[in-house]
């Protein structure tokens, strides 16, 4: 095995485009500095954690923000589980399992149907028995959002431990992710607008430092004290503001909040006042620990089921797409197909749990913090760990997820208005791998998104339309039709496969190299994927189960390096 030094002198003469990392996937910084770079995923990780409880909260409609804070410590609580369940078990990889935007569009679609309009209630906490009722009310939604999840999960469980992810992959490229992601960040824009119109100077003061931090100050390095092996302790810069952006925006923008607040600016009842949910604190626990079933027995409907599929799929397309970013940043070779399979496997095993819990949404690998790999030069396994150990113990304290439900109303929405347009964005940049030349793409992609904007829109706005007689079915295709995801990826899915095009006009020889790009001199073993402690590492019987490392010798590694699926890095 090479020394790191050895490793950076080879990357200098090397003709391929390297990345020189700290700490490599499967090396161990000290203990201190894996605590303060595993905070920094927890910090990384943070705006967009707490973005979903949040949104979801009226949908659900809870009217009491104490219960909001402990839907934030839930699903920070579950984020943590998932993140250890991933690096430990699954694809081994220094991936961070987060909450999902994909499920957020099928919730709002299931919990849109008749029977969860919220009724209109005041407020109504001021009797034990009233607030009983009130809970009542948003959890019999909660449980429903939880069965469809919990069920819709085994779906994701069924394709990664089968290895089937593998042969549906082939029919899925560039022009089918790129609709069904950008659709998700579309049809979310009345969130938007509905946050920030609380008070738009203060949401666009929020834009505006985002903005300012995440692209004009984004490689203003601050110096800080910091330690290495080399140089023991020292201080370094470190890009606070492009690290950061969001938790900035947020510090600046509530300042702003408490002043005007202080000073009468806003009214009484303005939602961007910092003291129009100051009571939570004193209501909410200072311990307290999320458990399977704390929101009463989870319901299922075979709507609710089949809408959050929707959502599976697309968190399923994003997370082999972010496995193998992850991989390239943390100096492992490209994931084999036995850890993709497991990871997807161990994701739908934390979506189950998190459906289970209650956090009222799902899991998924968290692209931010595959970029704060890239940034810190960090791919460091344990320091993944580390983070979702915090965000384990964090959660715990209940008072901590109150504080963060007392964020102004259009603060949030200043986010929501930058978050949602780049997951937008995000979507949108898988077609730079089509040829937006050909009428083909073009009529596919742009028919994809209007559709998935259209027939939900009609739907919304033509209650009852679908009638086939039985009213299960009715629920189901309504659910499924109202998700925008679903349909816009249906079909850009069905039409790239069926209208005729090559492999390059449609854009999956360009994707299909990407993924198999590899740096070849600072990259790890191939058995930073195996499972930890030797489990079925040297089984023979392995090779038969699609999710279990297997190599008949070191000529099968070398050919497997040949098909592009693994390092050629073979330890002595």
Known sequence: MMTKDERKQESKTSDVDTIILNYRIDETPPWYLALFLGFQHYLTMFGSTLAVPIII????????????????????FVSGIATLLQT?????????Q??????????????????FQCPGLKDTNNTENSTSNSDEIW?????????????????????GFTGLIGFLLRFIGPITVAPTIALVGLALFPVCSDYAAKHWGIAIITIAVITICSQFLSRIKIPLPTYSRLKGFHTTGVAIFGLFPVVIAII?????????TETDVFSATSKARTDSRSS???QSPWFRVPYPGQWGTPTISLAGVFGMLAGVIAGVIESVGDYYACARLSGAPPPPPHAINRGIGVEGVACLLAGAIGTGNATTSFSENIGALGITKVGSRRVVQCGAILMIILALFGKFGAFFSTIPDPVIGGIFCVMFGLITAVGISNLQFVDLNSVRNLFIIGFAIVMGLVIPDYLNKNAGVINTGVDELDQIFTVLLKTSMAVGGTIACLLDNLIPGTVEERGIKEWRKLTADRATSNVASIHVYDLPFGIFNKSKFS???????YYDDETEVFNMAERGSYSLEIPS
Do not use: H
């Not at 987060?98 to 029977?115: H, N, R």
């Not at 959890?139 to 394709?159: D, H, K, N, P, W």
């Not at 923008?253 to 005007?260: D, G, K, L, Q, T």
């Open 57 to 76: 909260a009226p949908a659900l409609c809870v009217t009491d923000d104490v219960v909001v804070g402990k839907l934030i410590s839930t699903v920070f």
């Open 280 to 282: 939570v604190l004193s």
């Open 543 to 549: 090779k038969f189960i699609p999710f279990l490392p």
């Open 98 to 115: 987060g909450i999902t935007f994909s499920y957020l569009v099928p919730t709002f679609a299931l919990l849109s149907q008749p029977k």
């Open 88 to 96: 430990t078990f699954g694809n081994r990889l220094p991936i961070v």
């Open 139 to 159: 959890q019999i939604r909660m449980r429903e959002v939880q069965g469809a999840i919990m069920v819709s999960s085994l779906f994701q469980i069924l394709i």
């Open 252 to 260: 600046v923008s509530w300042i702003f909040c408490a002043i005007f």
